[in-house]
């Protein structure tokens, strides 16, 4: 206690008045209240922006990867979005909760709320916003420049590249950077990771081989036919969708094409399979084999007749 | 001739006039320091020397701070939040729970007993004197203790809890229905006892 404080009979009143005069106390400043005020609001409106922009990210991901080409890399859907999911988003949404609860419970009237209405209210705004903001691209954005400008980030792009550049696993990424004027077999394909590759698209279909054209960044499956030389064989071509104007509906249909090219591979399978029993004896000539009929997505798609016919 | 009915200037506008002259702060300490120098006793405040060094606290904190008064609150609500902070850091420096006579007499006994309407659900097995109360009081838990009290002995609505505990409406309720079974309780457990 202050020593000031009185151990005798005189009056409270007086005391204090005594104690005001002499500690010069003064009543704070309005500003500093406003301030405070303020201040709290402004970190509540902050807390709630970046929950939103967290939801707008992790929205981006999962309607993303509902078409993604999971087969292609994975064992299943769930193994898939297990490597997806944006932990550090989820995270950050977390935490932005947190500190939106803390702060509107910090405002003047803000302890008059029971928890869960302010737990409700924030996630309402965060999951609100976050949806306008995915719906105006922001969730790619913000996601693809924190990706660009910073190497420990791994945006959805880098984790795509990441995912796909892998050609022992039968998978690349990139563009062709050469093919002949006349009908060919073969093309060069350099990949994101600089190396250039010479591609038998024997088994390409015409879409395939116009897409390769647009000198576009590109999907590859197929198999690596001989990794030291870089010789690979492809089996489907598809576009880069990691892009902000790419529609749900283009991602739909990219993701059809998919199915049916890996179901057109798992045919030929079966077919070949049936002929070579067929013929064995009395072929001079053995069918030429499919090297798409056992890539690993055709292993691990189970193939419906509504794709493979 | 009628003389025009001068009423006293309410607690608000006392805040407003001390802001221009610090001389009205005294009518504000006068109102209340005999119900705050209670209220504190009630929260283990007791020694009389104690009482004044908090209660001086109180005031100076409430002078400092008159411009940060919400006026969407009654007075009576901030400065009793106020003093409630005051009592709790002064037994938590001073490492003491609160003890002795929370409530003063028979009177106060009475008026927590007739409290019907809040008392409905909490059966009392005896008719319970002063000094079982403010044994049964000391026995539950603080978060319970402190509603109760403001409820039934300085006769606060629940709106005005709310705003002195800092808590929603809602929880003084639920606060105030477990205190009373927890206090029923103990009071039933000290008649057992005696």
């Not at chain 1, 004896?281 to 499919?290: E, K, N």
């Not at chain 2, 420096?93 to 028979?106: A, F, M, Q, T, Y």
Request: aromatic fraction near 12%; include cysteine; charge should be neutral.
């Amino acid at each position: 206690m202050n020593n000031n404080q009185t151990k005798n009979t005189k009056p409270l009143k007086e005391t204090l008045f005594e104690r005001i005069e002499s500690e010069r106390v003064c009543p704070k400043s309005r500003l500093i209240f406003q301030s405070k005020e303020c201040f709290v609001w402004f970190f509540w409106f902050l807390s709630v922006v970046i929950g939103a922009l967290a939801v707008a990210v992790s929205l981006f991901v999962v309607i993303h990867h509902q078409f993604a080409f999971y087969e292609a890399t994975h064992n299943n859907f769930f193994t898939f979005m297990l490597d997806v999911l944006p932990y550090l988003w989820i995270l950050m949404f977390l935490i932005m909760v947190y500190v939106a609860i803390y702060n509107l419970k910090h405002t003047a009237h803000g302890y008059r709320y029971p928890v869960w209405v302010i737990l409700s209210s924030s996630l309402v705004l965060s999951f609100a916003g976050g949806s306008a903001l995915q719906l105006f691209g922001f969730g790619y954005t913000v996601d693809k420049i924190l990706g660009d400008h910073m190497d420990m980030y791994v945006s959805q792009e880098k984790l795509e590249k990441k995912m796909w550049q892998d050609p022992d696993d039968g998978r690349l990424v990139g563009k062709q950077v050469f093919s002949t004027l006349a009908p060919t077999s073969t093309i060069v394909f350099e990949d994101v990771a600089g190396r250039r590759w010479r591609m038998d698209v024997s088994e390409l279909p015409v879409r395939d081989l116009e897409l390769l054209a647009t000198n576009k960044t590109v999907k590859l499956i197929g198999k690596s036919v001989n990794e030291k030389v870089h010789i690979f064989h492809a089996c489907g071509a598809f576009p880069w969708m990691m892009e902000k104007d790419v529609t749900l509906a283009q991602m739909n249909e990219e993701r059809r094409v998919f199915v049916q090219r890996v179901s057109e591979h798992a045919k030929k399978a079966k077919e070949q399979l049936f002929m070579t029993g067929e013929r064995s004896f009395d072929s001079a000539v053995l069918p030429r084999q499919s090297v798409c009929a056992t890539i690993a997505p055709v292993r691990k798609m189970p193939v419906g007749d509504e794709f493979g016919g | 001739m009628e003389q025009p009915l001068h009423l006293p200037p309410s607690d608000e506008e006392l805040v407003k006039m001390t802001l221009q002259d610090k001389s009205h702060f005294g009518v504000l300490v006068d109102r209340y320091q005999a119900k705050l120098a209670r209220y504190i006793a009630r929260l283990g405040v007791r020694d009389p020397e104690d009482q004044m060094d908090v209660l001086q606290d109180i005031f100076l904190k409430t002078y400092r701070n008159l411009n940060g008064f919400d006026t969407s609150l009654h007075f009576s609500s901030w400065i009793y939040r106020i003093a409630h902070n005051e009592a709790i850091s002064w037994y938590r420096k001073k490492n003491v729970r609160p003890e002795g006579h929370l409530i003063g007499d028979s009177e106060e006994i009475i008026g927590f007993l007739s409290a019907k309407d809040e008392s409905a659900d909490a059966q009392f097995d005896k008719t319970v004197n002063a000094k079982e109360v403010n044994e049964a009081l000391l026995k539950i838990d603080e978060k319970y203790r402190e509603v109760i009290i403001l409820r039934f002995f300085e006769h606060k609505d629940y709106d005005e809890i709310s705003d002195i505990l800092k808590i929603p409406v809602g929880s003084v309720g639920t606060l105030l229905h477990r205190g009373k079974k927890q206090l029923a309780d103990a009071l039933n457990q000290e008649a057992i006892r005696i």
